[in-house]
T-cell receptor, first 115, second 109 residues
């Protein structure tokens, strides 16, 4: 079974703090993704990575950065947390399989509250 | 923009088949149809996906119309634990998942 783990299920931070959300997958997947999920807005893609040290902006990258130093780990960084970044953050990973569509597997999510 | 349209909510009796429809009239030839579900406060769980043929696995069946403009996810014997939000997604190759609002399925005893 694919396992995607996230460092925290719940997190409370103050405005202006630097926040690190960690994601680890154990299936040697090349691709990793960070999403946020908000009521009425569905899942929105923040950043993704197709390989170590590579990153691509998703639909809503503003206010976020990412780091992929090792294949199994993909970190999401909130440089200076703001209240509008209060959300559920979901990490996903998938295998690169050439032209066929790869299935993404999700972690349990981190519910972040910024006060 | 979500490329799919799903009903907002549905009910199903426990033990009965749950049939969840999805419209994707603008689907292109190389796009797959994916289904995920999300139980409250958990990450989305992969269910099944397909291109044009019907698919079946241990969780569900996926029926795709011949013109590929719509599909139906079938849970053959729904249980209370199948209560969740079900998402139908059409994906561009190599792109992230774009989830819409999904269908909230409530399985009732």
């Amino acid at each position: 079974d694919v396992k995607v783990t996230q460092s925290s299920r719940y997190l409370v931070k103050r405005t202006g703090e630097k926040v690190f959300l960690e994601c680890v997958q154990d299936m040697d997947h090349e691709n990793m993704f960070w999403y946020r999920q908000d009521p009425g807005l569905g899942l929105r893609l923040i950043y993704f990575s197709y390989d170590v040290k590579m990153k691509e902006k998703g639909d809503i990258p503003e206010g976020y950065s990412v780091s992929r130093e090792k294949k199994e780990r993909f970190s999401l960084i909130l440089e200076s947390a703001s209240t509008n970044q209060t959300s559920m953050y979901l990490c996903a990973s998938s295998l690169s399989s050439g032209e066929t569509q790869e299935t993404q597997y999700f972690g349990p999510g981190t519910r972040l509250l910024v006060l | 923009d979500a490329k799919t349209t799903q009903p907002t909510s549905m009910d199903c009796a426990e033990g009965r088949a749950a049939n969840l429809p999805c419209n994707h009239s603008t689907i292109s030839g190389n796009e797959y149809v994916y289904w995920y579900r999300q139980i409250h406060s958990q990450g989305p769980q992969y269910i099944i996906h397909g291109l044009k043929n019907n698919e079946t696995n241990e969780m569900a069946s996926l029926i795709i119309t011949e013109d590929r403009k719509s599909s139906t996810l079938i849970l053959p014997h729904a249980t209370l634990r199948d209560t969740a939000v079900y998402y139908c997604i059409v994906r561009d190759p190599g792109d992230g998942m774009r989830f819409g609002a999904g269908t909230r399925l409530t399985v009732k005893p």
